[in-house]
C-alpha cells in the first residue's frame, strides 16, 4: 500500500515586487498552516519522505509544517518539478518515486493539487484551498502503477478556525 499526503501551500502576499516563486506566506497563511499541521498531528500519522516545490510559499508552509509535526526540514527534498500548476509533472514525480517509500509529503500548488485529489482520490473537491490538505491511500505496491486511490483525510483551515 501505498499514500500520499498532498498540501497545498499556504495563502501567499502579494503586496511585495518579487518573482513568483519568491512570493512569501501571509501572516494568515502561516496561522493557517499552523492550524492545518496541529490537526494533522492529531491522526499520529508518518510518512517516509517530504519533497516541497522550491516556490518560497511552499517551502516556507512545509518548514511551519516541519516545525509543528516533527519532520526533519534537513530530510525535505526540494523538486522543481513540483513548481506545476497543472498535474502533468507532479503525477510524473509521484509515478517516479522509489518503491521503498510508502507515504510521501507533497508540498505544492493548485491547480495540480486539486485536480490530483480529484482524479486520484474518492472525495470531490472543487478547489484545494491554501493550507489544504488532502491524504490519498492505494492498493498498489508499485508508484508506477498509480491508479485511483482512496481519500482518507482531508483538513481545511477555515473549518478549524
Not at 510559499?57 to 534537513?74: E, H, M, P
Request: glycine share 4%; charged share 25%; net charge neutral.
Amino acid at each position: 500500500m501505498k499514500s500520499i499526503t498532498l498540501v497545498r501551500h499556504a495563502k501567499s502576499s502579494w503586496k511585495y515586487d518579487v518573482t513568483d516563486r519568491e512570493r512569501p506566506l501571509k501572516s494568515r497563511g502561516k496561522n493557517d498552516a499552523k492550524l492545518v499541521s496541529n490537526e494533522y498531528l492529531t491522526y499520529n500519522l508518518s510518512v517516509d519522505k517530504v519533497f516541497s516545490s522550491p516556490a518560497k510559499r511552499a517551502y516556507t508552509t512545509c518548514q511551519i509544517f516541519s516545525k509543528y509535526v516533527g519532520l526533519d526540514i534537513n530530510e525535505v527534498t526540494i523538486v522543481d518539478n513540483l513548481y506545476d500548476f497543472g498535474d502533468e509533472n507532479v503525477i510524473t514525480f509521484i509515478k517516479s518515486l522509489n518503491n521503498d517509500l510508502d507515504s510521501v509529503m507533497i508540498f505544492g500548488h493548485n491547480h495540480a493539487f486539486t485536480s490530483i485529489s480529484n482524479i486520484f482520490g474518492t472525495a470531490y473537491m472543487d478547489n484545494l484551498p491554501t493550507s489544504g490538505l488532502v491524504k490519498i491511500d492505494f492498493e498498489i505496491e508499485d508508484w508506477k502503477d498509480l491508479k485511483k486511490g482512496v481519500t482518507k483525510l482531508i483538513i481545511i483551515p477555515k473549518e478549524l478556525r
